[in-house]
């Protein structure tokens, strides 16, 4: 492959970042560079050195291996594309979960399938979080139901990245990432299960899993 398809394949994987932002003003004030700087990036002119690439890799909310290579890590990571906020509403990028064991999902995070527009102030008011720490997800299958049907939206809360209280959790399980219901059983572990009767619930150590983040909507407070 010719040096000129790799830098043209990451300035389209650094367009696909800033148009999380809104603006290349917004992404380099994110980054801690100067607007210049991402131009040249965008024109071809430059390269951002490791240190401008991981911190504009966290700031998008993908992982540093994708921005750089295109492909992700082995270990499945939350790469997030981010929330926007224009005069009253946030515009909140839709992911899918695609269930590729069988019925047990896994959350391709990258594949943002359009955009929905939420109210700011009901998103401070109701939810009490930075949209910015959001994913909204769409559903597929049914081993969360009836609480979540196929094709229902979901809001999970990915700035709180640990097991607080009984909930549905955004959680990495076997290289992929699970929803489901955990609660703390009197022993320490955790209960894992579905609400979906059908499928079997397991116990875990504390630390077998690790929480990404907390579902805290579904068409309405959880």
């Known amino acids: 492959m010719s040096t000129t398809v790799v830098e043209g394949e990451f300035r389209a994987r650094l367009t696909q970042v800033l148009a999380s932002f809104g603006s290349v003003v917004a992404c380099a004030k994110a980054v801690g560079v100067s607007d210049n700087a991402i131009y040249k990036w965008l024109s071809g002119r430059g390269q951002p050195s490791v240190a401008n690439l991981v911190a504009l890799a966290r700031a998008g909310r993908v992982s540093v291996e994708w921005l750089a290579t295109g492909h992700e890590p082995t270990q499945t990571a939350v790469a997030v594309t981010r929330s926007v906020e224009r005069g009253d509403y ?13 019925k047990q999902g896994v959350i391709r995070s990258d594949q943002v ?12 008011r109701r939810l009490n979080t930075d949209s910015r720490d959001l994913i909204l997800i769409e559903v597929a299958g049914d081993s969360m139901a009836p609480i979540f049907e196929d094709s229902d939206l979901i809001l999970a809360d990915l700035a709180e990245p640990r097991f607080r209280q009984d909930g549905i959790y955004l959680f990495r399980q076997d290289g992929g990432l699970s929803v489901k219901r955990i609660q ?7 209960l894992v299960r579905s609400d979906n009767p059908a ?23 959880i």
Request: aromatic share 12%; glycine share 10%.
């Open 113 to 124: 399938v359009d955009f929905i527009a939420f109210r700011a102030e009901w998103v401070k």
């Open 90 to 102: 946030i515009f909140m990028p839709r992911n899918q979960i695609r269930f590729s064991r069988g």
């Open 199 to 221: 499928y079997e619930p397991m116990i875990v150590s504390a630390n077998h899993i690790k929480i990404v983040g907390r579902v805290i909507w579904a068409g309405g407070i």
């Open 184 to 190: 703390r059983r009197p022993d320490g572990k955790l």
